[in-house]
């Protein structure tokens, strides 16, 4: 269970870390959360959806 959620904790903080020196620019959370919400999050909910039955 504790693997599970180290990459989670692990990309957290790195963002925080990037977020935190601006690493990534002024608009660099504008650019990420589009980025998270039309793409990633699509993506990572078509791939949980078809991995399970629908039944």
Same mark, same amino acid.
Do not use: C, E, K, Q
């Given at each position: ?11 957290? &903080?790195? &963002?925080?870390?990037? &977020? ?5 620019g002024a608009?660099?959370?504008?650019? $990420? &959360?589009?980025?998270?919400?039309? $793409? #990633?999050?699509? #993506? ?12």
């Amino acid at each position: 269970m504790l693997a599970a959620f180290v990459p989670i904790w692990l990309l957290t &903080g790195i &963002g925080w870390l990037a &977020g935190r020196y601006r690493l990534l620019g002024a608009d660099a959370d504008r650019v $990420l &959360g589009g980025f998270v919400f039309h $793409l #990633a999050m699509p #993506a990572a909910l078509f791939t949980a959806l078809s991995r399970n039955p629908l039944t």
